[in-house]
């Protein structure tokens, strides 16, 4: 069976640049009649000639170049895994890959990610979902980080790390028509429909405990547990809805939503989630460091 050997590769990018095995020999302290050996060998394994020789020198085949392609891909890699195995710097493409749950605010996120995406040789990638099924992914390397509006339990087979990195203030927010009204929170609350997070969301359990310890019974008319969802039943104008305001920041700017209650002692907080990692990802750090080093990202509405 034919393999590939690494060294091969290597020998084939220089003479490809040389074109000439006299040249490249000389860059790779060989003897040349040792390089054409080595370049027989990974001819034999590919199946094709990689070169013909012309009157000038060396010139490439057909699958030469395809070869040469793939040499170089590899290549760019092998030295990427160098430079991560030894924590040193490397200016090649760079994948940071982020598990935001559903319910976490889109404000939120990008702010996060922004200075990931204007960095030039970074790709971002982003998968939504929700936080069991994120942190399944984060054990198994599918993803660098999560970020969420609940820190993650710890244990011994996975030893999380939650960063905290914003605490923001929770509000009622519906379409101008209900700030008109002049509503008292919380008693006047039980005549109004409610679009409110799912139970599962720590801010729904503390609004619940408010109301209940007011005697006030909610009508609820909807339970979401997706912000843009949440925002979009917001501005039909159907009721009032319980979000931070960061997360329909852009329908107050427009004046298409208005705050009608902060409500008092209320606190959305969002974490990123780590992994213990000899090998983390520099960007994480990076992005963490930027909103948990001082003392959490400060969003205005």
Not at 7 to 16: N, P, T
Not at 191 to 196: M, S, Y
């Amino acid at each position: 069976m034919s393999f590939l050997n690494y060294h091969h590769l290597r020998y084939f990018r220089v003479i490809a640049r040389e074109l000439s095995l006299t040249r490249a020999a000389e860059k790779l302290n060989l003897s040349a009649p040792a390089l054409s050996i080595q370049l027989k060998q990974l001819e034999e394994s590919l199946g094709h000639a990689l070169f013909e020789r012309g009157r000038g020198g060396l010139r490439l085949t057909e699958a030469g170049r395809v070869a040469l392609d793939y040499a170089e891909t590899i290549g760019r890699a092998g030295e990427e895994l160098m430079d991560v195995m030894q924590h040193r710097p490397h200016g090649g493409r760079s994948v940071l890959r982020v598990g935001a749950v559903a319910t976490l605010s889109r404000n939120f996120l990008l702010e996060f990610l922004r200075p990931a995406l204007h960095r030039e040789g970074v790709e971002v990638v982003v998968r939504s979902g929700g936080v069991r099924d994120l942190l399944v992914s984060l054990h198994a390397h599918q993803v660098d980080l999560v970020l969420s509006n609940q820190a993650a339990r710890r244990d011994a087979e996975t030893p999380w790390h939650s960063h905290r990195l914003a605490e923001l203030a929770v509000s009622l927010v519906g379409t101008p028509a209900w700030k008109r009204r002049r509503l008292k929170f919380p008693g006047d609350l039980a005549d109004v429909p409610l679009i409110l997070p799912s139970l599962e969301s720590n801010t729904r359990e503390g609004f619940d405990r408010m109301l209940a310890a007011a005697g006030v019974r909610p009508r609820v008319i909807a339970e979401v547990d997706d912000m843009a969802t949440l925002r979009l039943l917001a501005r039909e104008g159907e009721g009032l809805a319980l979000v931070p305001p960061v997360v329909v920041r852009d329908e107050i700017d427009r004046r298409e939503l208005v705050e009608t209650h902060r409500v008092p002692g209320l606190i959305e907080t969002f974490y990123a989630i780590t992994p213990s990692r000899r090998f983390p990802n520099p960007l994480v750090g990076e992005l963490v460091g930027r909103m948990a080093g001082e003392g959490g990202l400060k969003l205005s509405v």
